[in-house]
């Protein structure tokens, strides 16, 4: 018997990973611009920091996430060709926060079995949404873990590294008395919250594959919609001489909801009200409510609602930066205004300060739309 056969009886097909990296070598490649060295399947990826001379103090910024159980959604209705998006979006998307340009990005997958045109459509999706945020990924890992995971079953991990010029840091720092608030449309739920969105289906009764009228297509599908990418449209943005200087924070709405992540990128010390009337969340959001018995206003802990980034702007800039965005497809809107200072007569239902930063304080005040 040899060692690779013992291996392969142990549940791991070294073969079929090489399959899948053979599949997914081309879609890889893509993301390569001439700062990536030592083309593919090595043992760590290599990039040009000259690329960085360019600037007077770069800053180095990283982040690392991965999809939640949304992947559980992707393995019952066997559709893997958009689990890659997310992950790009819930990685690469927290670095332009900081007002960073992303430059590299790795993943890792682990599954029960490799499946290789299963785990070639993840990483192809990955590879379209690096393309699309300018990022070059420049390697990964695909580990069999037989016994642990079930032969369908895989989970999708990565981690992003940008750069950012000291003195152009975004934050709460930047913001001043008086700055709008404006939200950016999300695409659904993005990546977020699935735990619950799973709990509910299950207690109604409803199956991934049912059609909803409501919806117009399955709930699988429904819940599948790719979380949208703002990288390149904030970049544009922070690029734009007529912008400069104008945008002073911007916000991920992920875990922890809308009002929390807000908190976060606003000082000590301030406070504002974000107007549910000012938007409608979307469909998939009403469903989940009504299948739950339950509000909107319940999840706004979980879920984004229709909200997926803010962006804390002077007041100078406001209108163009709402344009800007709108032409780049992203529906933009003011929610609510910043105001520093003691001035609010009760602070005591405010949101204030999320995940150990001691921030500002946020709460979600009106009806929303119909």
């Known amino acids: 018997m040899t060692s690779s056969t013992s291996y392969r009886e142990a549940g791991v097909d070294t073969a079929a990973g090489d399959r899948a ?21 090595g043992f760590a990826g290599l990039f040009d920091a000259s690329a960085l001379t360019a600037f007077r103090r770069p800053l180095l910024a990283t982040s690392t996430d991965g999809v939640g159980t949304k992947v559980a959604i992707a393995q019952a209705i066997d559709k893997h060709d958009t689990i890659g998006q997310d992950l790009v979006g819930m990685v690469v998307d927290d670095i332009v926060v900081v007002g960073a340009k992303p430059l590299f990005m790795t993943d890792y997958i682990a599954c029960g079995k490799v499946h290789p045109e299963r785990i070639a459509s993840i990483v192809a999706g990955i590879a379209r949404a690096c393309s699309d945020t300018g990022t070059a990924l420049i390697g990964g890992e695909t580990a069999e873990h037989p016994g642990l995971l079930g032969v369908d079953d895989y989970d999708v ?14 934050g709460e720092h930047r913001v001043e008395d008086g700055d709008v608030v404006l939200a950016l449309a999300s695409s659904g739920l993005h990546s977020n919250g699935f735990s619950l969105v799973r709990h509910i289906l299950a207690q109604a009764g409803v199956g991934y594959t049912d059609h909803s009228d409501e919806l117009g297509t399955t709930f699988g599908e429904a819940l599948l919609e790719p979380t949208r990418l703002y990288t390149l449209p904030l970049l544009r943005l922070l690029d734009a001489p007529a912008f400069a200087g104008g945008v002073h924070s911007l916000s991920h709405v992920t875990g922890g909801g809308i009002a929390a992540n807000l908190a976060r990128v606003l000082p000590k010390g301030s406070w504002a009200e974000v107007d549910r009337s000012t938007w409608s969340p979307s469909p998939v959001f009403h469903a989940l409510s009504e299948l739950a018995g339950s509000s909107l206003e ?22 163009g930066v709402t344009a800007a965005l709108e032409a780049d497809g992203i529906a933009t809107w003011q929610v609510g205004t910043v105001h520093l200072g003691d001035d609010a007569a009760d602070l005591s239902a405010f949101e204030q300060g999320a995940k150990g930063v001691d921030g500002g304080a946020v709460r979600l005040v009106g009806a929303y739309r119909d």
């Open 21 to 41: 990296v053979e599949l997914m070598k081309a879609a890889v490649a893509k993301t390569h611009g001439p700062e990536v060295f030592g083309g593919f399947g």
């Open 298 to 319: 319940s999840s706004e802990g979980t879920w984004n609602l229709g909200v997926g980034f803010f962006a804390v702007v002077s007041p100078a800039v406001a209108d």
């Open 157 to 170: 991990a990565g981690a992003c590294t940008g750069a950012v010029e000291a003195d152009a840091i975004l």
